[in-house]
């Protein structure tokens, strides 16, 4: 039966959310035009009729999900019947309907806080939430005004979707499964790192509105108080989220590393700089009332590229040159219209008040803490325009294309280099200031004490850089450079942690972040500038005879089963392994029976865990058939070793998908992908029968081979024989270069017919099978076909010292939350 | 002039070259003969060429040739111009190369052959979502 009824409940509920924000936004604006009590009454209870059919909309629709109602074309393209409820999680918000809607829901939180806790700010902080909220709803409204499509709906039915034959012959057809959640997000981060993103996104709202609010009612300095915890919660969130969407591509994609310059990942990256030039604005403000404009400008800009972000991401202009954008859903004008409007009434906004706010003409002296933050959030602000505007390569083809003019750019041929190069820079940047700003806003200084004080900090940076420097062998300028001054910035920030810890450690939120933020540049310096391919070979070859330049080749080919030399390791490649859902490790595919039903499978023999049984002859299990694991042993020259299970998906999406596997150390990762796998079906060659006698010895494909011995068997692959059956089971040895190998054909008498089981092993690329058994010599005729044998590409990459950029985040997330909690007792306290 | 239109103009400065530097830098679209004058005017700039792998009447792929090692490929590539060209790839053969529809190269000219330091693939996708299995 087709469930049409929640559909059509969750419709509903998302016309009814649409409408009363739109009811919200204009009650709010009345009452803050009018001051008047009665609108902002109506206004607050259209808000929270909203707050309630939204909430309804997300049960709704985890509703449909959780329960596998495929009938829905959402539930159908995102999820299945076989993903545990977490991944239902996932699949809720892996379309653009379900991300949007969860940036709804974050929106109606924040705003029910900031109706409870700001009062004074209620009507125009609330009608801009209220306005931001009837925009994002109206993107999930799924109405068609005269061939005008306002948004997509995540409640739309398969069929009305979808043009298949089966539904003009049965209208009430529900698909068996669905097609099920991309695999590539079938990971824990992909749980909890779009919750967090979205959250930071929304809480970029807080402080906008907060500034717009400013502009409007003329509070031109006041909203900065209440703005300044929201900002630093907002940085902080949406850092985290955008750390663990790194953290994620580190350890599923196969680009080498977690932060790759995609287009994606800089349209979030942009606002989160802003964002922090923006607090370090209002800092500025909060300590001598300087830089309101800036703060104003960087605020506001903050919430812009975040709608900008979403037009990037969303509208499909990025076409090809992203790896991971949302798919069109034909919304782009409405996209564009929203940023054109926030653009426009911020503009306005700013251009109308301009001049009531204050601007103070105070001698600039580099004596003040002040100016050194200044000029940091100026580095943030350039760091962040020298990203943007590279990435809105397509946006400025497409508007040029759009007036008339024929344009080819595209966007850098090596992303990673073009970004890094001025990047580091800012980096340098940064970091010196950090060092610097800490210590003037701690400690006012008179013009001749500052060498001395600067002194020690920079001796023992010095000393340490250049300790550093001589171990790990660094030439390259800009990377001393960002060294030294990273060093700089933990020492000085340091001592100034130091000292406020006697004093009043709830103080040390800068100090405590801009160590983090250091520690994180010197372990980006370090697992990025200085990751090594350590599966080069300095082949000597090169590209053709046309092209006599020698090239070095960045992957190996391993054989299984055939050692090869590798940097300061021994690879061996042991041949290809399942997962299996529920218990630890990989295991053969041949130790099982495979069923119709794709998913599942049943346990040829029992499987020890030490003396354990952990699964038992005959049980039935899951496991994803789209994964394979290549096992790669590392043996080091001190014999120590360890395993590597890189992992290829065949992706019905996305084609073939590699993920790497990860050694991690305390000092380095040896993070290892698959570049290429050879073809699972294998091509055998013609059947090569040969007579053989019992013990004698014999070559298989050059391999010396000897039949032990012959015995009967009662069941073949678990099921017991019929009565009358005979089966025999030969046992064949080859001798392999490292390791003798057991072949088992089998060769089963039914019916007077025989039946044969051929037995094949990958490593050798053999297959036999009993042709015929002639037991008054003791010999059998050997079926033998032979093939090629099974082998890897595999690229392997050093990343050194990687821990130092997780171990910054988490000092940098700790000292955003000191500072956080700090500041927001400072509102309370009027 | 004050300071804080000095802090300004170097700001504005620094915004400038940012802007030039990146127009510099950013890679082009263009067809082999485009990038053949490119390269014999001196300018090794990488750059992106849009095309088709060579197919034979039947639709089979020819041209395609792996090295014995299987670490690096060369193809015959076809621009939109219906320029052949010998492409270089220093890296295994993508596995989906061959089922590509639509190939981009990133690289540049190297004597006469074309070096591609990157590939992308546009391919069709293995299961339309307008069919759904019964």
């Known amino acids: 039966m087709v469930h049409t009824l929640a559909g059509n409940i969750g419709h509903l509920f998302v016309i009814i959310s649409f409408v009363t924000a739109i009811a919200?936004?204009?009650?709010?604006?009345?009452?803050?035009?009018?001051?008047?009590?009665?609108?902002?009454?109506?206004?607050?209870?259209?808000?929270?009729?909203?707050?309630?059919?939204?909430?309804?909309?997300?049960?709704?629709?985890?509703?449909?999900?959780?329960?596998n109602y495929f009938e829905y074309h959402y539930v159908w393209s995102h999820s299945s019947r076989y993903l545990p409820f977490y991944y239902k999680l996932s699949a809720f918000w892996e379309g653009q309907e379900g991300?949007?809607?969860?940036?709804?829901?974050?929106?109606?939180?924040?705003?029910?806080?900031?109706?409870?806790?700001?009062?004074?700010?209620?009507?125009?902080?609330?009608?801009?939430?209220?306005?931001?909220?009837?925009?994002?709803?109206?993107?999930?409204?799924?109405?068609?005004?005269?061939?005008?499509?306002?948004?997509?709906?995540?409640?739309?039915?398969?069929?009305?979707?979808?043009?298949?034959?089966?539904?003009?012959?049965?209208?009430?057809f529900i698909p068996e499964n669905g097609s099920g959640l991309n695999p590539l997000l079938q990971n824990y981060w992909m749980v909890i790192h779009p919750p967090t993103l979205f959250l930071g996104f929304a809480a970029t709202i807080v402080p906008f509105s907060f500034a717009i609010s400013g502009l409007w009612s003329n509070r031109v300095t006041e909203w900065i108080k209440p703005a300044v915890p929201w900002a630093l919660f907002g940085a902080a969130t949406l850092g985290l989220g955008i750390l663990m969407g790194a953290y994620w591509a580190y350890e599923t994609l196969n680009f080498g590393g977690y932060w790759n310059w995609d287009p994606v990942e800089n349209a979030i990256f942009v606002p989160w700089l802003v964002l922090i030039g923006g607090i370090h604005t209002m800092l500025i403000y909060k300590r001598n009332g300087a830089a309101v404009k800036t703060s104003f400008i960087l605020v506001i800009a903050t919430f812009l590229l975040v709608v900008y972000s979403t037009f990037l991401t969303r509208s499909g202009i990025l076409g090809d040159s992203s790896v991971h954008s949302f798919t069109d859903l034909g919304l782009s004008g409405q996209l564009l219209l929203y940023l054109l409007v926030f653009v426009l009434l911020s503009i306005y906004l700013l251009i109308k008040k301009w001049d009531n706010i204050p601007s103070t003409e105070k001698e600039i002296t580099s004596y003040n803490s002040e100016f050194w933050i200044f000029i940091g959030a100026t580095v943030l602000s350039l760091s962040a325009f020298q990203v943007i505007l590279p990435t809105s390569i397509p946006v400025f083809n497409s508007i040029l294309n759009n007036i008339g003019i024929e344009t080819s750019m595209a966007p850098p041929a090596d992303q990673v280099m073009f970004y890094t190069r001025f990047q580091i820079w800012f980096g340098i940047g940064i970091a010196v200031l950090t060092g610097i700003g800490q210590f003037f806003w701690w400690k006012k200084l008179e013009k001749g004490k500052v060498y001395q004080e600067f002194a020690l900090p920079i001796v023992i940076s010095l000393i340490i850089s250049t300790l550093v420097m001589a171990l790990s062998g660094l030439r390259d300028l800009s990377f001393l450079l960002l060294l030294s001054s990273g060093i700089f910035a933990i020492v000085s920030n340091s001592r100034t942690l130091l000292k406020l810890s006697s004093k009043n450690i709830k103080l040390s939120g800068g100090a405590v972040s801009h160590i983090g933020v250091a520690l994180m540049l010197i372990g980006i310096l370090y697992s990025s500038g200085l990751s090594k391919v350590i599966s080069l070979n300095r082949s000597g070859m090169s590209y053709s005879s046309d092209l006599p330049e020698e090239v070095n080749k960045e992957n190996i080919l391993l054989f299984?089963?055939?050692?090869?030399?590798?940097?300061?390791?021994?690879?061996?490649?042991?041949?290809?392994?399942?997962?299996?859902?529920?218990?630890?490790?990989?295991?053969?595919?041949?130790?099982?029976?495979?069923?119709?039903?794709?998913?599942?499978?049943?346990?040829?023999?029992d499987i020890l865990k030490g003396d354990l049984i952990t699964v038992s002859k005959g049980d039935t299990l899951k496991y994803n058939p789209e994964n394979t694991y290549y096992e790669v042993i590392y043996t080091k020259e001190n014999g120590s070793s360890f395993l590597l299970y890189p992992r290829l998906q065949e992706n019905p999406d996305m084609g073939n998908v590699v993920s790497p596997s990860i050694k991690r150390s305390a000092l380095r990762d040896i993070y290892t992908h698959v570049t290429v796998v050879a073809n699972e079906e294998k091509e055998w060659s013609e059947t090569e029968e040969q007579e053989v006698q019992l013990g004698e010895n014999f070559f298989v494909n050059d391999f010396v081979s000897t039949v032990e011995g012959f015995k009967r068997i009662d069941e073949v692959d678990g099921i017991p024989l019929e009565e009358g059956d005979v089966a025999v089971k030969a046992q064949i040895k080859i001798q392999g270069k490292t390791q003798d190998y057991f072949l088992e054909p089998i060769y089963l008498i039914r019916d007077n017919f025989a039946a044969r089981i051929p037995d094949e092993n990958?490593?050798?690329?053999?297959?036999?099978?009993?042709?015929?058994?002639?037991?008054?010599?003791?010999a059998l005729v050997l079926g033998i076909n032979t093939t090629q044998k099974d082998y890897i590409i595999l690229k392997a990459i050093e990343k050194p010292f990687i821990n130092l950029l997780w171990i910054g985040t988490l000092i940098l997330m700790i000292g955003f939350s000191i500072a956080t909690v700090r500041r927001a007792k400072e509102i309370k306290k009027g | 002039m004050k300071k804080t239109h000095i802090f300004g103009i170097i700001i504005i400065a620094i915004a400038v070259m940012i802007i030039i530097i990146t127009a510099g830098d950013a890679s082009t679209y263009v067809t082999f003969s485009e990038a053949m004058k490119m390269a014999a005017e001196g300018n090794n700039k990488k750059i992106h060429v849009v095309g088709q792998l060579k197919k034979d009447g039947e639709g089979n792929v020819v041209g395609l040739e792996v090295t014995e090692d299987k670490l690096s490929v060369s193809f015959m590539m076809i621009d939109n111009e219906n320029i052949e060209q010998k492409i270089y790839y220093n890296e295994p053969m993508p596995p989906d190369l061959q089922r590509s529809e639509q190939v981009v190269v990133i690289g540049s000219f190297r004597e006469d052959v074309f070096v591609a330091d990157k590939i992308l693939l546009k391919c069709p996708s293995k299961y339309e979502e307008e069919e759904i299995k019964l």
Do not use: C
């Not at chain 1, 009454?41 to 909430?55: G, K």
């Not at chain 1, 939430?129 to 109405?143: D, H, N, P």
């Not at chain 1, 399942?578 to 595919?589: C, E, T, V």
């Open chain 1, 24 to 67: 919200a936004a204009f009650s709010y604006f009345k009452a803050e035009q009018l001051k008047s009590v009665d609108w902002k009454h109506t206004a607050r209870i259209s808000f929270y009729i909203h707050i309630i059919s939204v909430l309804g909309v997300v049960a709704v629709l985890y509703h449909i999900i959780y329960h």
């Open chain 1, 560 to 605: 299984q089963d055939q050692p090869v030399e590798m940097d300061k390791y021994k690879l061996t490649y042991n041949g290809r392994r399942i997962k299996i859902d529920g218990i630890g490790g990989f295991y053969k595919k041949d130790q099982f029976n495979l069923l119709n039903n794709k998913y599942y499978l049943t346990a040829k023999e």
């Open chain 1, 762 to 778: 990958e490593a050798l690329g053999i297959r036999l099978t009993v042709l015929q058994i002639i037991p008054d010599k003791d």
């Open chain 1, 99 to 172: 991300s949007f809607l969860l940036w709804i829901f974050w929106h109606v939180i924040l705003g029910l806080v900031m109706i409870r806790t700001f009062k004074k700010w209620e009507s125009p902080v609330m009608f801009i939430f209220s306005l931001v909220q009837a925009f994002l709803v109206s993107m999930i409204l799924g109405v068609v005004i005269i061939n005008l499509k306002i948004g997509s709906s995540p409640f739309l039915l398969t069929r009305d979707v979808i043009n298949a034959p089966v539904f003009d012959i049965n209208p009430d």
